[in-house]
């Protein structure tokens, strides 16, 4: 499986942390962080998995809805070329959240959900994200993100995030 993430750090960090709590000999997951528009991580997703054709069973985006006005091109792209995206709206955070608490209001912008999620993760940093702080909220939060979204795909929603799809393929391939 390969995971290609459009922020340097919060997504891969956690993925990461999940992928190595999971100790799950079945699946090898590769992680890579290429901060970017959605429209271009899917490019470069394309691309990786081409440069090693056959080497992964399934590839996945994360990535936010943000600002970025080409999320529904991104999600296009990347359903035609077989690749399945993880997409958050408004971002990331949202499911970090969820892990902690059942959020259901909409969110006008990233920066007004921070503190929503420093209620529960004091002095949390984007740039050092510890997934021993989240490990026992997983099962909640794919809980709340799957009533949030059910497919899982639909990212037009604020909140919502599909974040609980990769994380389910990541348990159980």
């Known amino acids: ?5 459009g922020s340097k750090e919060t997504e891969r960090q956690y993925l990461q942390g999940l992928r190595d709590d999971l100790r799950n000999p079945a699946v090898s997951v590769v992680v890579r962080g290429k901060p970017c528009s959605p429209t271009q991580l899917v490019t470069y997703a394309r691309g990786q998995r081409d440069l090693n054709k056959g080497g992964y069973d399934e590839v996945w985006c994360v990535f936010d809805v943000d600002e970025y006005p080409d ?3 991104a999600a296009l792209a990347a359903r035609r070329h077989n690749i399945r995206v993880a997409v958050s709206n408004p971002c990331f955070e949202l499911w970090l959240l969820l892990h902690f608490s059942d959020h259901r209001a909409h969110i006008d912008t990233p920066k007004k959900l921070l503190p929503l999620l ?3 993760v004091p002095g949390y940093d984007k740039t050092r994200v ?13 809980e709340l993100a799957r009533k949030l979204d059910p497919s899982g795909a639909e990212h037009t929603l604020n909140p919502s995030t599909g974040v609980w799809q990769l994380t389910d393929r990541m ?3």
């Open 118 to 120: 420093e209620k529960h």
């Open 171 to 173: 348990a159980n391939p």
């Open 1 to 5: 499986m390969l995971i290609v993430c």
């Open 130 to 142: 510890d997934f021993s702080r989240y490990r026992d909220g997983v099962p909640q939060a794919r």
């Open 71 to 73: 999320v529904d091109r």
